[in-house]
């Protein structure tokens, strides 16, 4: 199972950008499809987007659609979530997750099972 550590949380002003990243271990990366969700506070956790193994098939949220671009470098075993235009709405705080399969079949969190243990965006000034 992979073993997954998110970085590149951080405090930014609204219209900012900002790069998570995150490093996965323990398993061959390129059979999982990959996934960035975010909890903002008293709602839960949302999938906002998703890459698949091969990172030839990427699939985003309504609200981040056009704003935010994921990636992953496999030499790396990295998945990154680049994040543009960012908004008081976009805080929260992310999560990367992996599937068991190479596929974005959903967004949904019960359909991924390895997860990070998060870090913090704050969108303010």
């Known amino acids: 199972q992979l073993q997954l550590v998110e970085s590149g949380g951080g405090l930014v002003q609204p219209g900012g950008s900002l790069t998570l990243s995150c490093g996965a271990s323990g398993s061959t990366f390129e059979l999982h499809a990959m996934g960035w969700f975010r909890e903002a506070p008293g709602k839960g956790r949302q999938g906002i987007a998703c890459?698949?193994?091969?990172?030839?098939?990427?699939d985003y949220a309504d609200s981040v659609k056009g704003r935010f671009t994921i990636s992953r470098d496999t030499a790396k075993n990295t998945t990154f979530l680049q994040m543009n235009g960012l908004t008081p709405e976009d805080t929260g705080k992310y999560y990367c997750?992996?599937?068991?399969?190479?596929?974005?079949?959903?967004?949904?969190?019960?359909?991924?099972?390895?997860w990070g243990q998060g870090t913090q965006v704050t969108v303010g000034s």
């Open positions: 997750a992996a599937r068991g399969g190479r596929r974005c079949t959903s967004r949904h969190p019960s359909d991924f099972r390895a």
């Open positions: 890459i698949s193994g091969s990172g030839d098939s990427t």
